[in-house]
């Protein structure tokens, strides 16, 4: 079967899912809905089934069987109750004209930045090029693993490191999809479903044209006031602004050098950050079912939040706390703006203090009950063994604690830009509905508005990895959550400037300096171009993948892009640092025993030993990195591939797997 059947068949029962449990959602909701829920089961059911049968074919069977069983009895059980026939009660050109670019620019960047091949090179885009490989060896080295699973960069240590995103990767593979049609189909999809969710968030919470496009234009083109400092340099150098686009990290939005951090989403987020990509496809419909079931105080809404919210940890953690940050703030406004009692109503249905609390509780209980298993097996362990978890004021602006490098202020304004002055004032705009009545749009925002503050004190406070940068998968959940009030807030200035004179002028001015410093990092991506493996190093993977063992172990150097580990999936002694540090593992054993291995290896036959290494990988990397001793691996091994640069030798005694058995 078909990896691409499977993925089908997974976002059909998704899709039949949430129309059975939501039928009167407009079907455009149901269908986004529905795609999602089937990525999530793609990605959890088949998970479930290798604890007990390693991550194999029939375990993505087995999964699958599973969701067809729970969508059709579903179906079965809410067949009489009537669809909502409507698409969309938004104009049809607002999702169109928002939607449909975004998505082919996605599917664009996702088919230049994911192992493109040039003349059997393969390359990458700029963002990709230092992340990639990372998920590259997760989904490759899954296929018929063991669970719960270890890095294969370094063997014996649990993947600790959020891997749902790319297992399902791993499932299509499995079923004779390609590596890179896996990556570009799955990551396609989920950029499309991210798009069209946020615009349907936007227009929940606004039900504004224009204050979708605002927050949809400020979200997705976002960046600061870097091009002031891109301009100024051109000022002095008319040849820089070509450096834009052809420097490395070079753009108006990332560059360190500057203090200029809040880079654009797309660009260095979701396209190089497949785990974040992921966790934004499961927030969003969470925090559409968040509003939509603290507006209406349905309980069968809470439920399905708890179930939604309850998978999250393992797709990607950053996300699953920032909901539930932003849930808190949303207990806590909703709590107060109940009545304290009301008699006349069910109590998890009724506007009182009490009903309103045990609805958040529902939820979050369920939430709760599926996540710990995952926190405390994966997320806890790797957070605080690996000494993540630290105080720390103002995040990357205030590197080791040695004070701001930037005033607090300035430091902001300049990364986020403007709009960062008005989120206080653009989340308490919206109107209020009287206390105890169902919460109107202006709640809503003020809901989220609450939600977000707390997840962007908590973000400035405190560090929850060994990469400080990282912070900003939660202070961009905040941001997230701010955008349609702030759409809603700059329309509202527009409307009370009515018959100003320059008033198109001074609009178009702010918008301006909103996304040109996003809008030239999107420009500089799309031509981005870097060649990743070298046409050998993938036509050794390709062999190592079709002749060697799963469950070899190979003895090669660290770089990140190591074909090895990346493209065959096979475990090596000790991975790049660039990942492993910042994962909070411990590899220094590792990494000096690789090198005595590699340099000695005569005299490193117990370590040989001990870490079980079957072949040895030499390329030119070996080669500068270390004064490999490669004469001894000639004589004392079998050389079974050669060709460029690149020699696998096969430690005599290793089993042969060979493609005819």
Same mark, same amino acid.
């Given at each position: ?7 089908? *068949? !997974? ?103 994911? +192992? ?62 390609? #590596? ?64 834009? !686009?052809? *420097? !490395?990290?070079?753009? @108006? ?86 009545? @304290? ?47 993540? +978890? ?8 205030? @590197? ?10 300035? %430091? ?51 560090? %929850? ?36 004179? *320059? ?39 390709? !062999? ?103 020699? #696998? ?13």
């Amino acid at each position: 079967m078909n990896g691409y059947l499977v993925l089908a *068949g !997974f976002l059909l029962c998704g899709v039949v899912l949430m129309d059975a449990l939501l039928p009167d959602r407009q079907r455009l909701i149901r269908l986004w809905l529905g795609l999602s829920a089937g990525l999530i089961m793609m990605m959890w059911l088949p998970t479930l089934f290798a604890f007990f049968m390693k991550f194999t074919r029939a375990a993505q069977l087995l999964g699958l069987g599973v969701a067809a069983l729970a969508a059709g009895a579903a179906a079965f059980l809410n067949r009489k109750k009537p669809r909502e026939k409507r698409w969309t009660d938004m104009p049809l050109w607002l999702p169109l004209a928002l939607i449909v670019p975004l998505a082919l620019l996605g599917g664009y960047l996702q088919y230049t930045h994911i +192992l493109r091949n040039v003349d059997g090179t393969l390359h990458v885009g700029q963002s990709t090029y230092g992340d990639l490989c990372l998920h590259l060896g997760i989904a490759t080295s899954l296929r018929n693993a063991a669970y719960p699973p270890h890095y294969s960069l370094l063997p014996g240590a649990a993947l600790g490191y959020p891997f749902l995103g790319d297992s399902m990767v791993t499932t299509m593979l499995l079923f004779g999809s390609g #590596l890179s049609g896996a990556f570009i189909a799955t990551g396609t999809l989920m950029m499309a479903l991210v798009f069209t969710g946020f615009v349907l968030f936007a227009w929940e919470l606004t039900r504004s044209r224009a204050a979708t496009v605002i927050a949809t234009a400020l979200m997705f083109v976002n960046g600061g006031l870097g091009f002031l400092y891109a301009l100024d340099g051109v000022g002095r150098d008319p040849t820089a602004f070509n450096a834009i !686009f052809t *420097g !490395f990290y070079a753009t @108006p939005t990332n560059q360190p050098a500057l203090n200029l951090r809040w880079v654009n989403v797309i660009c260095d987020m979701m396209i190089p950050q497949r785990t974040l990509l992921t966790g934004w496809m499961a927030l969003i419909p969470a925090l559409w079912l968040l509003v939509t079931a603290a507006r209406e105080r349905r309980p069968a809404l809470f439920i399905v939040l708890g179930v939604w919210a309850g998978a999250m940890p393992m797709i990607h953690t950053h996300s699953f706390m920032a909901l539930g940050l932003i849930s808190v703030g949303a207990v806590a406004y909703c709590t107060l703006r109940a009545v @304290p009692s009301d008699p006349s109503a069910a109590l998890l249905e009724g506007n009182s203090r009490v009903g309103a609390f045990l609805r958040f509780a529902l939820y979050g209980g369920i939430a709760v009950l599926l996540a710990l298993p995952q926190l405390l097996t994966w997320s806890v362990p790797q957070t605080v063994n690996g000494g993540g +978890l630290r105080l720390r004021f103002n995040w990357v602006n205030n @590197p080791n604690g040695a004070g701001l490098i930037d005033g607090y202020c300035w %430091f902001w304004i300049k990364n986020v830009g403007l709009i960062w002055l008005m989120m206080v004032p653009a989340a308490l705009s919206g109107r209020r509905a009287a206390k105890g009545k169902p919460l109107s749009r202006g709640d809503m925002l003020r809901m989220l508005g609450l939600g977000a503050l707390i997840v962007y004190g908590v973000a400035e406070l405190i560090l %929850f990895q060994p990469n400080d940068y990282d912070n900003n998968k939660l202070f961009y959940v905040a941001y997230m959550a701010m955008m349609p009030a702030m759409g809603a807030y700059l329309v509202g200035l527009w409307n009370r400037l009515r018959g100003v004179r *320059g008033r198109a002028v001074l609009a178009t001015a702010f918008m301006l300096a909103a996304v040109l410093s996003g809008g030239l990092s999107i420009a500089r991506e799309t031509v981005s171009d870097l060649r990743l493996f070298a046409e050998e190093e993938a036509a050794a993977a390709a !062999f190592i993948d079709a002749e060697t063992p799963e469950d070899a172990i190979f003895l090669t150097g660290r770089e990140h892009n190591n074909p090895v580990a990346a493209l065959a999936g096979r475990s090596i002694v000790c991975g790049s640092p660039s990942y492993l540090y910042f994962h909070g593992i411990d590899y220094n054993q590792q990494l000096y025993d690789e090198q005595q291995m590699l340099e000695a290896p005569g005299d490193s036959l117990e370590l040989l030993d001990q870490y079980g290494v079957d072949y040895v990988y030499i390329s030119s990397y070996e080669r500068m990195a270390f004064a490999v001793d490669e004469a001894w691996f000639v004589d004392n091994c079998d050389t079974v591939f050669a060709e460029g640069n690149v020699c #696998l030798y096969r430690r005599r005694g290793v089993h042969w797997k060979s493609t005819e058995t």
